[in-house]
Protein backbone atom coordinates (compact mmCIF):
# COMPACT_ATOMS: atom_id res chain seq x y z
CA UNK A 1 0.00 0.00 0.00
CA UNK A 2 0.81 3.55 -1.12
CA UNK A 3 -0.32 6.22 1.24
CA UNK A 4 -0.05 9.87 0.39
CA UNK A 5 -1.72 13.08 1.19
CA UNK A 6 -4.10 15.06 -0.37
CA UNK A 7 -3.48 18.89 -0.22
CA UNK A 8 -6.23 21.35 -0.46
CA UNK A 9 -5.30 24.81 0.35
CA UNK A 10 -7.90 25.05 2.48
CA UNK A 11 -8.80 28.56 3.51
CA UNK A 12 -10.56 28.23 6.81
CA UNK A 13 -12.28 30.83 8.60
CA UNK A 14 -10.66 33.84 9.61
CA UNK A 15 -7.31 32.61 7.64
CA UNK A 16 -5.52 34.68 4.93
CA UNK A 17 -4.87 32.92 1.51
CA UNK A 18 -0.88 33.23 2.28
CA UNK A 19 -1.57 31.43 5.43
CA UNK A 20 -3.08 28.51 3.89
CA UNK A 21 -0.78 28.13 1.16
CA UNK A 22 2.20 27.94 3.95
CA UNK A 23 -0.15 25.24 5.49
CA UNK A 24 -0.15 23.70 1.94
CA UNK A 25 3.71 23.38 1.51
CA UNK A 26 4.72 22.41 4.83
CA UNK A 27 2.37 19.84 4.95
CA UNK A 28 4.12 18.72 1.77
CA UNK A 29 7.18 18.89 2.73
CA UNK A 30 6.49 17.06 6.20
CA UNK A 31 5.01 14.27 4.33
CA UNK A 32 8.50 13.29 2.83
CA UNK A 33 10.33 13.81 6.04
CA UNK A 34 7.07 11.26 7.89
CA UNK A 35 8.39 9.14 4.54
CA UNK A 36 4.66 8.99 3.31
CA UNK A 37 4.40 7.96 -1.08
CA UNK A 38 3.39 11.02 -2.54
CA UNK A 39 1.42 14.36 -1.93
CA UNK A 40 -1.50 15.08 -4.48
CA UNK A 41 -2.41 19.06 -5.14
CA UNK A 42 -5.86 20.39 -5.54
CA UNK A 43 -6.66 23.19 -7.99
CA UNK A 44 -9.35 25.52 -8.23
CA UNK A 45 -10.48 29.30 -9.17
CA UNK A 46 -12.08 32.51 -6.84
CA UNK A 47 -13.16 30.59 -3.82
CA UNK A 48 -11.65 29.78 -0.53
CA UNK A 49 -12.29 26.21 -0.89
CA UNK A 50 -9.14 25.86 -2.05
CA UNK A 51 -6.56 29.00 -2.74
CA UNK A 52 -4.45 26.85 -4.95
CA UNK A 53 -5.04 27.94 -8.63
CA UNK A 54 -2.51 26.08 -9.91
CA UNK A 55 -1.79 22.64 -9.21
CA UNK A 56 1.12 21.79 -11.68
CA UNK A 57 2.77 25.46 -10.37
CA UNK A 58 2.50 24.36 -6.86
CA UNK A 59 4.03 21.01 -7.84
CA UNK A 60 6.73 22.61 -9.20
CA UNK A 61 7.43 24.59 -6.45
CA UNK A 62 7.47 21.02 -4.06
CA UNK A 63 9.17 19.10 -6.50
CA UNK A 64 12.02 21.39 -5.87
CA UNK A 65 11.86 21.31 -2.43
CA UNK A 66 11.56 17.32 -1.92
CA UNK A 67 13.86 15.00 -3.55
CA UNK A 68 11.70 11.43 -2.51
CA UNK A 69 7.82 12.06 -2.78
CA UNK A 70 5.74 12.02 -5.79
CA UNK A 71 4.04 15.26 -6.42
CA UNK A 72 0.79 14.83 -8.52
CA UNK A 73 -1.98 16.64 -9.18
CA UNK A 74 -5.22 16.52 -8.40
CA UNK A 75 -6.35 17.72 -10.33
CA UNK A 76 -5.95 20.25 -13.07
CA UNK A 77 -8.73 20.86 -14.52
CA UNK A 78 -8.61 20.20 -18.75
CA UNK A 79 -11.77 22.29 -19.92
CA UNK A 80 -10.17 25.48 -18.33
CA UNK A 81 -6.69 24.24 -20.10
CA UNK A 82 -5.40 24.06 -23.16
CA UNK A 83 -4.07 20.27 -23.36
CA UNK A 84 -0.80 21.20 -24.98
CA UNK A 85 0.15 23.53 -22.68
CA UNK A 86 -0.78 21.30 -19.86
CA UNK A 87 1.31 18.71 -21.41
CA UNK A 88 4.56 20.67 -21.53
CA UNK A 89 3.93 21.13 -18.46
CA UNK A 90 3.63 17.72 -17.03
CA UNK A 91 6.68 16.63 -19.41
CA UNK A 92 8.82 19.27 -17.85
CA UNK A 93 7.72 18.38 -14.28
CA UNK A 94 8.43 14.70 -15.07
CA UNK A 95 12.05 15.04 -16.58
CA UNK A 96 13.19 17.48 -14.25
CA UNK A 97 12.24 15.83 -11.38
CA UNK A 98 13.58 12.59 -12.35
CA UNK A 99 10.09 11.07 -12.59
CA UNK A 100 8.43 12.22 -10.02
CA UNK A 101 5.42 13.96 -11.09
CA UNK A 102 2.05 12.41 -12.03
CA UNK A 103 -0.58 14.13 -13.76
CA UNK A 104 -4.49 13.76 -12.43
CA UNK A 105 -6.61 15.31 -15.02
CA UNK A 106 -10.63 16.12 -14.13
CA UNK A 107 -13.57 17.93 -16.08
CA UNK A 108 -14.39 19.90 -12.98
CA UNK A 109 -17.50 21.59 -12.85
CA UNK A 110 -20.23 24.26 -14.27
CA UNK A 111 -18.22 26.75 -12.82
CA UNK A 112 -17.75 30.55 -13.61
CA UNK A 113 -14.28 29.44 -14.27
CA UNK A 114 -15.36 28.58 -17.51
CA UNK A 115 -16.26 32.29 -18.02
CA UNK A 116 -13.32 33.67 -17.50
CA UNK A 117 -10.94 31.26 -19.07
CA UNK A 118 -12.97 31.64 -22.15
CA UNK A 119 -13.56 28.28 -23.01
CA UNK A 120 -17.05 28.14 -22.31
CA UNK A 121 -19.96 25.83 -21.10
CA UNK A 122 -19.44 23.23 -24.13
CA UNK A 123 -15.98 22.18 -22.98
CA UNK A 124 -16.93 21.07 -19.76
CA UNK A 125 -20.26 19.67 -20.95
CA UNK A 126 -18.70 17.87 -24.21
CA UNK A 127 -15.16 19.14 -24.88
CA UNK A 128 -13.29 16.59 -22.08
CA UNK A 129 -12.29 13.27 -24.27
CA UNK A 130 -11.52 15.41 -26.90
CA UNK A 131 -8.60 17.39 -24.31
CA UNK A 132 -7.77 13.76 -22.62
CA UNK A 133 -7.22 12.04 -25.89
CA UNK A 134 -4.97 15.28 -27.52
CA UNK A 135 -3.06 15.16 -23.66
CA UNK A 136 -2.59 11.69 -23.37
CA UNK A 137 -0.89 11.78 -27.34
CA UNK A 138 1.26 15.26 -26.38
CA UNK A 139 2.59 12.61 -23.58
CA UNK A 140 3.15 9.47 -25.61
CA UNK A 141 4.06 10.51 -29.27
CA UNK A 142 7.03 12.41 -30.69
CA UNK A 143 4.66 14.88 -32.87
CA UNK A 144 1.15 15.63 -32.80
CA UNK A 145 -1.25 17.47 -35.03
CA UNK A 146 -5.59 18.06 -33.89
CA UNK A 147 -8.15 18.10 -36.28
CA UNK A 148 -10.88 17.81 -33.58
CA UNK A 149 -14.37 19.76 -32.82
CA UNK A 150 -11.76 22.05 -30.41
CA UNK A 151 -8.73 22.01 -31.08
CA UNK A 152 -6.92 22.47 -34.52
CA UNK A 153 -3.36 22.62 -35.58
CA UNK A 154 -0.43 21.35 -37.91
CA UNK A 155 1.49 18.45 -36.70
CA UNK A 156 4.13 20.26 -34.49
CA UNK A 157 6.98 18.18 -32.83
CA UNK A 158 6.79 17.71 -28.83
CA UNK A 159 9.63 19.43 -27.10
CA UNK A 160 10.64 18.01 -24.45
CA UNK A 161 9.19 14.43 -24.92
CA UNK A 162 8.99 13.37 -21.77
CA UNK A 163 10.13 9.71 -22.39
CA UNK A 164 13.67 10.44 -23.96
CA UNK A 165 15.85 10.76 -20.57
CA UNK A 166 13.53 8.19 -18.36
CA UNK A 167 13.69 5.18 -21.32
CA UNK A 168 12.33 2.56 -18.54
CA UNK A 169 8.84 4.76 -18.76
CA UNK A 170 6.43 6.07 -20.92
CA UNK A 171 6.19 9.60 -19.58
CA UNK A 172 4.59 10.98 -16.53
CA UNK A 173 0.96 8.70 -15.31
CA UNK A 174 -2.09 10.56 -16.27
CA UNK A 175 -4.72 9.83 -13.40
CA UNK A 176 -8.37 10.63 -14.12
CA UNK A 177 -10.87 11.89 -11.82
CA UNK A 178 -14.15 9.75 -12.19
CA UNK A 179 -16.99 10.42 -10.81
CA UNK A 180 -19.52 8.75 -13.36
CA UNK A 181 -20.13 5.63 -15.38
CA UNK A 182 -19.49 7.79 -18.47
CA UNK A 183 -15.79 8.84 -16.59
CA UNK A 184 -15.10 5.38 -15.94
CA UNK A 185 -15.49 3.85 -19.27
CA UNK A 186 -13.51 6.84 -20.19
CA UNK A 187 -10.44 6.52 -18.50
CA UNK A 188 -10.44 2.23 -18.89
CA UNK A 189 -10.82 2.72 -22.70
CA UNK A 190 -7.49 4.36 -22.17
CA UNK A 191 -5.76 2.37 -19.55
CA UNK A 192 -5.68 5.41 -17.53
CA UNK A 193 -6.12 4.75 -13.45
CA UNK A 194 -9.12 6.50 -11.57
CA UNK A 195 -8.67 9.06 -9.05
CA UNK A 196 -12.01 8.10 -6.93
CA UNK A 197 -13.27 10.84 -4.21
CA UNK A 198 -13.16 11.19 -0.92
CA UNK A 199 -17.34 11.46 -0.76
CA UNK A 200 -17.98 7.59 -2.08
CA UNK A 201 -17.20 4.46 0.54
CA UNK A 202 -15.61 1.47 -0.14
CA UNK A 203 -18.91 0.01 -1.61
CA UNK A 204 -19.10 2.28 -4.81
CA UNK A 205 -15.47 2.68 -5.01
CA UNK A 206 -15.55 -1.13 -5.53
CA UNK A 207 -18.40 -1.23 -8.09
CA UNK A 208 -15.70 1.00 -9.86
CA UNK A 209 -13.30 -0.85 -9.71
CA UNK A 210 -15.05 -3.62 -11.16
CA UNK A 211 -16.83 -1.48 -14.20
CA UNK A 212 -13.54 -0.76 -14.90
CA UNK A 213 -11.72 -3.74 -15.15
CA UNK A 214 -14.88 -4.67 -17.66
CA UNK A 215 -14.61 -1.40 -19.69
CA UNK A 216 -10.66 -1.84 -20.13
CA UNK A 217 -10.95 -5.67 -21.16
CA UNK A 218 -13.76 -4.71 -23.94
CA UNK A 219 -10.91 -1.83 -24.87
CA UNK A 220 -8.53 -4.82 -25.26
CA UNK A 221 -6.22 -3.85 -22.24
CA UNK A 222 -4.23 -6.78 -21.40
CA UNK A 223 -4.84 -8.81 -17.92
CA UNK A 224 -1.30 -7.66 -16.50
CA UNK A 225 -2.21 -3.65 -17.71
CA UNK A 226 -5.46 -4.19 -15.89
CA UNK A 227 -3.75 -5.37 -12.96
CA UNK A 228 -1.10 -3.04 -12.73
CA UNK A 229 -3.43 0.26 -12.80
CA UNK A 230 -2.50 2.18 -9.75
CA UNK A 231 -6.13 3.80 -8.98
CA UNK A 232 -6.12 5.95 -5.97
CA UNK A 233 -8.41 6.35 -3.33
CA UNK A 234 -9.22 9.80 -1.81
CA UNK A 235 -10.01 10.28 1.62
CA UNK A 236 -9.51 11.97 4.96
CA UNK A 237 -7.27 11.19 7.99
CA UNK A 238 -6.88 12.48 11.46
CA UNK A 239 -5.36 10.23 14.23
CA UNK A 240 -5.77 11.27 18.03
CA UNK A 241 -5.71 8.48 20.87
CA UNK A 242 -9.33 8.57 21.20
CA UNK A 243 -11.42 8.31 18.01
CA UNK A 244 -14.02 10.99 19.84
CA UNK A 245 -11.36 13.21 19.95
CA UNK A 246 -10.18 12.71 16.17
CA UNK A 247 -13.55 13.09 14.67
CA UNK A 248 -13.84 16.04 17.48
CA UNK A 249 -11.22 18.06 15.63
CA UNK A 250 -12.79 18.01 12.26
CA UNK A 251 -16.06 18.54 13.36
CA UNK A 252 -15.11 21.89 15.15
CA UNK A 253 -12.78 23.14 12.01
CA UNK A 254 -14.37 21.70 8.73
CA UNK A 255 -17.65 22.90 8.76
CA UNK A 256 -16.86 26.40 8.39
CA UNK A 257 -14.66 25.86 5.76
CA UNK A 258 -16.85 23.77 4.15
CA UNK A 259 -19.48 25.79 4.39
CA UNK A 260 -17.64 28.88 3.23
CA UNK A 261 -15.96 27.32 0.59
CA UNK A 262 -18.74 25.73 -1.01
CA UNK A 263 -21.09 28.74 -0.89
CA UNK A 264 -18.46 30.58 -3.10
CA UNK A 265 -18.74 28.96 -5.96
CA UNK A 266 -20.90 30.29 -8.97
CA UNK A 267 -22.40 27.90 -12.08
CA UNK A 268 -21.83 29.98 -14.80
CA UNK A 269 -25.11 29.74 -16.35
CA UNK A 270 -27.26 30.32 -13.33
CA UNK A 271 -28.24 27.07 -12.85
CA UNK A 272 -28.63 26.13 -9.15
CA UNK A 273 -26.27 23.68 -7.42
CA UNK A 274 -26.98 22.02 -4.19
CA UNK A 275 -24.38 21.56 -1.75
CA UNK A 276 -23.79 19.29 1.12
CA UNK A 277 -24.90 19.77 4.75
CA UNK A 278 -21.01 21.17 5.87
CA UNK A 279 -22.14 18.88 9.40
CA UNK A 280 -23.49 16.32 7.94
CA UNK A 281 -20.92 15.66 5.39
CA UNK A 282 -18.17 15.61 8.18
CA UNK A 283 -19.52 13.63 9.90
CA UNK A 284 -19.84 11.25 6.55
CA UNK A 285 -16.12 11.63 6.20
CA UNK A 286 -15.38 10.62 9.23
CA UNK A 287 -17.15 7.03 9.54
CA UNK A 288 -15.98 6.67 5.56
CA UNK A 289 -11.75 7.12 6.49
CA UNK A 290 -9.23 6.81 8.65
CA UNK A 291 -10.25 8.83 11.47
CA UNK A 292 -9.65 7.92 15.08
CA UNK A 293 -6.51 5.92 16.94
CA UNK A 294 -3.67 4.85 14.79
CA UNK A 295 -4.94 1.16 15.12
CA UNK A 296 -8.39 2.31 13.94
CA UNK A 297 -6.71 4.28 10.95
CA UNK A 298 -4.39 1.01 10.26
CA UNK A 299 -7.46 -1.48 9.94
CA UNK A 300 -9.98 1.57 7.82
CA UNK A 301 -7.15 1.91 5.33
CA UNK A 302 -6.24 -2.20 4.74
CA UNK A 303 -10.24 -2.65 5.06
CA UNK A 304 -10.82 0.01 2.28
CA UNK A 305 -7.49 -1.54 0.14
CA UNK A 306 -8.86 -5.22 0.80
CA UNK A 307 -12.78 -4.63 -0.37
CA UNK A 308 -11.83 -2.24 -3.60
CA UNK A 309 -8.46 -3.26 -4.91
CA UNK A 310 -7.38 -0.26 -4.17
CA UNK A 311 -3.54 0.15 -2.94
CA UNK A 312 -2.75 4.06 -3.21
CA UNK A 313 -4.42 6.71 -1.28
CA UNK A 314 -4.47 10.56 -1.03
CA UNK A 315 -5.78 11.45 2.41
CA UNK A 316 -6.42 15.09 3.36
CA UNK A 317 -4.87 15.67 6.34
CA UNK A 318 -5.44 19.12 6.53
CA UNK A 319 -8.78 19.14 8.26
CA UNK A 320 -8.43 21.05 11.33
CA UNK A 321 -6.97 23.92 9.76
CA UNK A 322 -4.18 24.30 12.10
CA UNK A 323 -0.49 24.27 11.02
CA UNK A 324 0.70 22.60 14.17
CA UNK A 325 -1.76 20.16 14.17
CA UNK A 326 -1.09 19.77 10.57
CA UNK A 327 2.46 18.63 10.76
CA UNK A 328 1.35 16.44 14.06
CA UNK A 329 -0.85 14.64 12.37
CA UNK A 330 1.42 14.00 9.03
CA UNK A 331 4.04 12.67 11.60
CA UNK A 332 1.60 10.19 13.10
CA UNK A 333 0.08 8.92 9.86
CA UNK A 334 4.28 7.96 8.85
CA UNK A 335 5.38 7.08 12.74
CA UNK A 336 2.06 5.18 13.70
CA UNK A 337 0.24 4.04 10.57
CA UNK A 338 2.18 3.61 7.88
CA UNK A 339 4.31 0.84 9.63
CA UNK A 340 1.50 -1.59 10.38
CA UNK A 341 0.20 -1.70 6.92
CA UNK A 342 0.68 -4.38 4.40
Known amino acids: MRVGSFVLAAQFPGQGQGEALHRAVRSAEVAEEAGLDSVWLAEHHFVPYGTCPSAVTLAALLLGRTRRIRVGTAVSVLPTSHPVTLGEQAALLHLTSGGRFSLGVG ?21 FPESLDLLVRWLREPSVGADGERYRFREVPVVPRPSEELTETEGPEVVVACTSPASVRLAAERGLAMLLGMHIGDEEKAEMVGLWRQ ?26 DRRADAAETLLKAMPGWLKQGLDAHVTVDGRVRSMRDPVAYTELLCGLHPVGTPRLCVDRL ?5 RTGIARFALLVEGSGDLAATEENVRRLGAEVLPHLP
Open 107 to 127: RGGPWVDLEVFGSGLEAYEKG
Open 215 to 240: HARAAGRSEDEIRAAGHVSAGVCQIA
Open 302 to 306: AATSE
